[in-house]
């Protein structure tokens, strides 16, 4: 006596569905896995300036701390990303990057020379220029643009920019680490 199954047709109809459902199990796991690895090949665009940025922040803080060896280094880092900016990524802002880069050089390979009097004597004029190419071309984090009534009183006083929402003034350091006031945030 042969043995059949009493479902002949459920069991065609039942390995026709199942070879369907393997194979859009298979399609949908392929879509995943390829939809998966481009979202990882396409990674969010990298600021070309966020070195600089990173660098003068670091010379900003060594000058917080009345720190005239650490602002050489800052400075130094800071010319070498300045130098080093790649051009073909700035697109539309390569104009306005072309129109400060020469200016921030030269402040920043003063600075490197120099004693911390003159780091912050030249430090105002950075920060203008760095002001300039920030709003320009953003920070990925929101920065922090402050003014100083009295340093540079003749000229109407001087002005930086922090990741700090705190102000910790760069032209006098502890003599009065709390002069000065918020104007701007950039975003």
């Given at each position: 006596m042969s043995r059949t199954t009493p479902y002949p047709l459920a069991v065609n109809i039942g390995s026709k569905v199942m070879k369907k459902l393997i194979i859009l199990i298979a399609a949908i796991t392929?879509?995943?896995v390829l939809y998966g690895q481009t979202l990882q090949d396409v990674a969010p665009p990298v600021n070309p300036l966020t070195a600089v940025y990173e660098s003068y922040f670091a010379?900003?803080?060594?000058?917080?701390?009345?720190?005239?060896?650490t602002a050489q280094s800052a400075a130094a880092?800071?010319?070498?990303?300045?130098i080093g900016v790649p051009m073909d990524k700035l697109g539309d802002?390569?104009?306005?990057?072309?129109?400060?880069?020469?200016?921030?050089?030269?402040?920043?390979?003063?600075?490197?020379?120099?004693?911390?009097?003159?780091q912050r004597k030249l430090f105002v004029?950075?920060?203008?220029?760095?002001?300039?190419?920030?709003?320009?071309?953003?920070y990925e984090?929101?920065?922090?643009y402050f003014h100083c009534p009295m340093y540079n009183k003749k000229n109407g006083g001087a002005n930086w920019l922090s990741l700090e929402k705190e102000v910790k003034n760069p032209y006098y350091g502890s003599k009065m680490l709390t002069c000065g006031s918020l104007t701007e945030t950039i975003k």
């Open positions: 392929f879509t995943i010379l900003k803080d060594a000058l917080v701390k009345s720190d005239e060896k880092a800071l010319s070498k990303n300045l802002n390569h104009s306005i990057w072309m129109g400060y880069q020469s200016k921030l050089v030269t402040d920043a390979g003063s600075i490197r020379k120099s004693n911390i009097d003159q004029s950075l920060s203008k220029n760095m002001y300039e190419v920030m709003k320009a071309v953003k984090k929101p920065v922090y």
